[in-house]
């Protein structure tokens, strides 16, 4: 079950760049509907499907939880004195 929620949210998460970078491409092949606009898409397109392939391999070695969760560590609350 584990492995089946990952591999889920690591496609529903890979897919987000792409579905923006097709977004953006069709809005500006739209105002350049000549050879540039093609570019302009398939270079959005090829950006967005190597970021989603990156986001894809870091949730399933990290994990969801472990990728979408900032881990901040104060070294000066480590060893608090006590306040009394």
């Known amino acids: 079950m584990k492995k089946a929620f990952r591999i889920a949210a690591s496609i529903f998460h890979s897919l987000?760049?792409?579905?923006?970078?097709?977004?953006?491409?069709?809005l500006i092949y739209n105002e350049l509907p000549n050879f540039w606009g093609i570019t302009i898409f398939g270079l959005l397109f090829a950006i967005a499907a190597a970021i989603g392939?990156?986001?894809?391999?870091?949730?399933?070695?990290?994990?969801?939880v472990d990728y979408s969760a900032v881990a901040h560590a104060s070294?000066?609350?480590?060893?608090l004195k006590s306040l009394e």
Not at 53 to 64: H, L, P, Q, R, S
Not at 75 to 79: A, G, K, R, V, Y
């Open 16 to 26: 987000c760049p792409i579905v923006l970078a097709v977004i953006f491409g069709f």
């Open 53 to 64: 392939i990156t986001i894809f391999k870091k949730i399933m070695e990290k994990g969801f």
């Open 75 to 79: 070294p000066d609350l480590d060893n």
